[in-house]
């Protein structure tokens, strides 16, 4: 017998790495790894790291026909751009790291008015977000209140070379979903939409 399909989905709206970069971040992320002890961070699969548009939670099944086509609306008039991935951070600051991430430059602009066409366009998914966009690559999310680590962390963000890890042609979107399990969320693509004039 098929399993019964879920009546919830828990989505979000993405730009997926191409694999050059993919690699370059994950040995970023593998340095890091190295420079911290034990189980101090949770760290985010490298085939799982993208820089997220919106966030949605979850959302009716149902109504997934109905967000790719108010996602198609927002990528309707964005033409493809460029974006860079390099340098590390972390939230809310170095010294008190826990969120790590790799930051995102290039063509911001083009990319700030994507985020905020795809934001505008899906506002009826989701929870309202009130916080201002700052595009990054979530390698992992600190779990530990050792300041000892912590400081190891941040002594890591401070040494770890993160310069020049790819540039890339922005020319799709994704509609992801994310499925939670005990050993962490599965990743998989619902739809990819194509941005104006791409190939």
Do not use: Y
């Not at 009716?60 to 990528?75: G, I, K, V």
């Not at 366009?121 to 000892?148: C, D, I, M, Q, Y």
């Amino acid at each position: 017998m098929k399993d019964a399909e879920p009546a919830w989905v828990r989505a979000f709206i993405a730009v997926r790495l191409p694999a050059e970069v993919r690699v370059a971040v994950e040995r970023v992320q593998r340095e890091l790894k190295a420079a911290v002890r034990g189980d101090a961070v949770r760290w985010t699969p490298s085939e799982q790291i993208h820089l997220t548009l919106k966030f949605l939670g979850n959302i009716a099944a149902d109504s997934l026909p109905d967000l790719e086509t108010a996602l198609r609306r927002a990528c309707a008039n964005a033409s493809p751009f460029e974006l860079t991935a390099g340098g590390l951070g972390a939230f809310p600051s170095e010294e008190r790291p826990r969120v790590l991430w790799v930051g995102v430059s290039g063509q911001g602009e083009a990319l700030r008015r994507l985020q905020e066409a795809v934001r505008r366009e899906t506002e009826a998914w989701g929870e309202r977000e009130e916080k201002v966009f700052h595009p990054h690559l979530t390698l992992g999310r600190v779990k530990t209140n050792s300041s000892r680590e912590l400081r190891e962390l941040s002594r890591a963000l401070l040494t770890t070379n993160a310069t020049g890890l790819g540039a890339w042609r922005v020319e799709q979107v994704a509609l992801m979903r994310s499925e939670l399990s005990s050993d962490g969320a599965r990743h998989s693509c619902l739809a990819n939409v194509g941005l104006r004039g791409a190939a």
